[in-house]
């Protein structure tokens, strides 16, 4: 079964959708089987991160503004903004699709897993997700 | 098929479990299929990498050493340990879950690659990992 | 379904081969399914990432050029080359392995977005991938 997701993001930072995909799992009757996510977008990309302390988020985006820095002088794909190059470098880091196995119609992620779609542009935007269940 | 796999870590560095995971497809009696294997954790994580000389995980685990380091002062999420979100940012860098395809009942593997699970944290732990195989 | 695909690098850097897995999805005749492709090399990965202007291309080989350097003399495992134990560090921090869905015989790619084969050898080789589609 293949079904969409669109997210609004606000800017940079992670944006949980473990709720929606554990919906489209449920919504499909399946006992056990692989969720499978995509986001179709190159400055935007996929993560499993700890759900808990945000202070985990925090950190992680700034691990990554210091080591892809926005505006660096040697970009030379700069027509489309400062954020833009960091953009694909991130998500060539991170994923942009992501498999997750189900049992008993729950996606079999640990207690302290969450599914995020990573913004990595300053004005955010609506992202497009595809998502594939099957047995 | 889902299947699951426990793996008890002695301390951070690359434990190899292609075997493991060759054992259940073979266990599924399937020709050609594919074969997803997530770990439930965000301070551990998944990769494919060489099998053949030990400098290769050495040098990988020196790598993320240096440009992800614990005990960073700019660190927030603190309160687990200096190595504990450093492993956040290892986990998002690499992998939580990978799909490899099978065919007569061996995966798909080039000579070179094993599948690793890769622990972040210091004292190790067990780690549990769900394993889904279909045709 | 199980496939196979040889490709030819000539050097660093990114080989597009979204048409390649289009045609072997096309082959199948499914309406939607998943399609995975993984490369059976340690030092090659792949990586969904912008379609349209080449400079995006330049930038991200920049970036790793400048942050998994060829030649750091820290590096033990160097018995292969320069080039060979970033190749490793630069396959661990992108993926050997992608999950595509399809939907109407088409894989479901954003606008923008390519599939590419990296080639991290200065030299380039034969590279085999092995790609799985199911429904």
Redesign the interface.
Known sequence: ??DHLEVRTQGKGLHEITGELQRLVAACGLD???C?V?V???SASL????NA?L??Q???E??FE???PEGDP????T?EGPDD?PS??R???????????F?RGQL???T??GIYLWEHRRRGSVR?L???V??
Not at 47 to 50: A, G, K, L, V
Not at 74 to 77: A, E, L, S
Not at 91 to 101: D, E, F, G, M
């Open positions: 079964m293949i056990e089987g692989l499978t995509m179709r977008h190159t993560t499993i991160q700890e302390d202070a985990v925090r950190d992680l700034a691990w210091r080591n892809v040697r970009y030379t794909h027509s190059m694909h470098i998500a060539a880091l991170t994923s942009t699709t992501l498999s997750i196995p049992e079999a992620l640990g302290w897993q497009f595809t998502v594939h099957s047995p």
